[in-house]
Every structure is written in structure tokens, then in C-alpha cells.
């Protein structure tokens, strides 16, 4: 129990420290809403022959947007989706109209701990933006059963310079998820590297209302001179099989 307490305990610690030092560092600058990404890779359910959808509403400080995922977890391991987000419900950027995404991936179990995943997520944004530009993150994972309680994963990713509104990056991404309540409660951390339009850390705590519906709600942190900005994350994930 002592090692459950300070393994949270870090790494919440380390997240609360990253935004500390972002708010301070720009206390007299002020910066530009950059299109923020909130692409996700963690599955919705690890159930096959099952179908998902998410919804999930970020609020900024000037804008509301929505964004909204149908996938399908396939046998042998594929997970396919399409993804319409950032699209705009308040606020007066009409740069927000949305993008459409479409995500294939495949999990490679190597035991019954750890297993691979291989990604892509491609897309376009629907409306107001010329010349179109097409969208591409990539990337492997690897997630770790440390314990019964305790997701570990993280890899490498490409992505294109479309996407990040800089240049082609290459960086890491990682994360956890920490049971307290199996099958009802959870927290979820994630960390994507970088300064660009995917980078910085969201926290999400998951609450499983049935075994296909679950809310969460949290907050997404943006790294340092990325151009992002703070905002609070609510969202459902509905599924036909066991979340």
C-alpha cells in the first residue's frame, strides 16, 4: 500500500509541477490558441468484436469544442476509428471547425504484462482551411501491467508538420493508469513530447457507470511554448461489450 501511495503521489506531483512552472514562465506573455490536438490512443475497451463511441467536451478560456469518436474493436487485435474533433459549440474562433480523423492500430501481445501497439491516425480539417493539408501521427507503444492496479506505456512518435503547426517532429509520448475501484474508478495520465499543437499532459478520473458506460472528467496541461492552453476535459465512453 505504501508503494501504491507514492507511485501517485510522484507522479501527479510531476504533472502539478509542469503546469506550476508553465502558468509562471508566461505570467507576462501572452500567447496565441494554436489548433490544440487531443488525439487519444488509449483504448476504449480491451474487449474484441466490440463497438465504441466517445464523447468529449474541452472548455478553454475563449472557446468550447466537441469532439466525437465511433470505433470498432476488431478480433485478432485491430482497433479501428473515425474521429470528428475540435469542433467548435462557443466561442468566436471560427478557426475551430473541425478536423476528421481516421485510426487503425494493432496490438502485438508478447505476455500476458506487455504487449506492442502500432498506429496511425490520419486526417484533414473539414471546412476553412486552404490549401487543404493532410494530417499523420504515428506510433508505437508499449504497455506495461506493472501490477493488478498499475498501466504503464509509452514509445516514440512522427508526426507530420501539418499536424503539429511547426515541422515533422519526432518524440516520445507516455503514460499510466492507476486502479483504485477495479471496473469503477481510475485515473488516467498522459504526456505527449514536444512544443507543438499535440504537446502536454492531460488528467482524466474515470468513473464506470455501468459495464458499457463510463464518464471521465479532468484537465488537459500544456507544455511550455507550445501554444496550448489549459482546459477542462468531460467526457463519455460508450461501448457493446465490457468497458
Known amino acids: 500500500m505504501h508503494s501504491y501511495t507514492v507511485t501517485i503521489f510522484l507522479i501527479i506531483a510531476g504533472l ?5 512552472d508553465y502558468a509562471a514562465d ?3 506573455k501572452t500567447k496565441s490558441h494554436r489548433q490544440q490536438k487531443r488525439l487519444k490512443i488509449n483504448p476504449v475497451t480491451e474487449e474484441e468484436d466490440a463497438w465504441t463511441a466517445n ?3 474541452d472548455v478553454y478560456r475563449a472557446d468550447t469544442l466537441q469532439n466525437i469518436t465511433v470505433g470498432y474493436s476488431a478480433i485478432h487485435d485491430w482497433d479501428f476509428s473515425l474521429a470528428l474533433i475540435n469542433t467548435q459549440i462557443l466561442g468566436a474562433n471560427k478557426q475551430f471547425q473541425g478536423d ?6 494493432k496490438t502485438f501481445t508478447v505476455d500476458d504484462d506487455l504487449s506492442i501497439v502500432a498506429g496511425s491516425q490520419n486526417g484533414l480539417a473539414m471546412v476553412n482551411l486552404q490549401p487543404q493539408l493532410w494530417y499523420d501521427y504515428t506510433y508505437l507503444d508499449n504497455r506495461y501491467d506493472v501490477t493488478p492496479w498499475l498501466l504503464m506505456h509509452g514509445g516514440p512518435y512522427l508526426a507530420n508538420a501539418a499536424i503539429t503547426g511547426t515541422s515533422r517532429q519526432i ?3 507516455t503514460g499510466t493508469e492507476i486502479t483504485f475501484i477495479e471496473d ?3 485515473l ?11 504537446s502536454g499532459a492531460t488528467v482524466n478520473m474515470l468513473f464506470n457507470l455501468t459495464s458499457r458506460v463510463q464518464m471521465y472528467m479532468g484537465v488537459s496541461v500544456p507544455e511550455q511554448n507550445s501554444g496550448n492552453e489549459f482546459a477542462g476535459i468531460v467526457g463519455f465512453n460508450l ?3 465490457k468497458l
Not at 502539478?16 to 506550476?20: K, L, M, T
Not at 488516467?188 to 499535440?198: A, E, K, N, P, R
Open 16 to 20: 502539478i509541477y509542469s503546469g506550476v
Open 26 to 28: 508566461n505570467q507576462h
Open 55 to 57: 464523447a468529449e467536451t
Open 100 to 105: 476528421s480523423f481516421f485510426s487503425i492500430a
Open 171 to 173: 518524440g516520445f509520448m
Open 184 to 186: 469503477k474508478l481510475s
Open 188 to 198: 488516467q495520465m498522459d504526456y505527449i513530447s514536444g512544443h507543438h499543437s499535440l
Open 239 to 241: 461501448s457493446t461489450r
